[in-house]
């Protein structure tokens, strides 16, 4: 199974996202692999092709193990990639301590079942889409959107499976730990 582990974010944030900053970016010539608003998710870790579900169900109920809920919003938007953007993405904005924590926490515990650390510090962020050709416009229209920072609640860690089809990725909960309330 190809698996990574998110936090889920609402569905009215999803569907916000989706009217707020991607309907509006679709419009420039770029070539963009757009996420489905449903896929909208703030990624902890990519894992890959894995079948130690188990393990990894442990490792979250281990990093989860006495966290509490997370107020967040949505945040500033961005670019992965320099000069040569790849992603594009909003942040949370507030938890982010928190959010930091629990990831840490989980990554070591994925260490102790024999889980690669991640080498990269871990930002905090939502994929919106990934850039395949750049067009000169893209950048400015980001830059240019106004929306609220929408505030919700990060109520849970989830491992997710990733399948590839035709029509893009479909993603399905194979596991939901709580945090507490």
Known sequence: MRLFIAFPIPEQVQQYIDEKLTRPLRRSKA???WVKAENLHITVKFLGETERVDDIVRALKRG????RIVKTALGATGTFGG???????????GGES??????????????DFGFSKESRKWTPHITIGRIRKQDDNLIGTLNGIQFEKMTFIIDRIVLMKSTLTPGGAVYNIIHEEYLKT
């Open 64 to 67: 989860a193990a006495g966290h």
């Open 31 to 33: 070539k963009v692999s």
């Open 98 to 111: 928190t959010l930091s924590q629990i990831v840490e926490e989980v990554d070591d515990n994925l260490v």
């Open 83 to 93: 000069r040569s953007p790849k992603v594009i993405w909003v942040r949370p904005e």
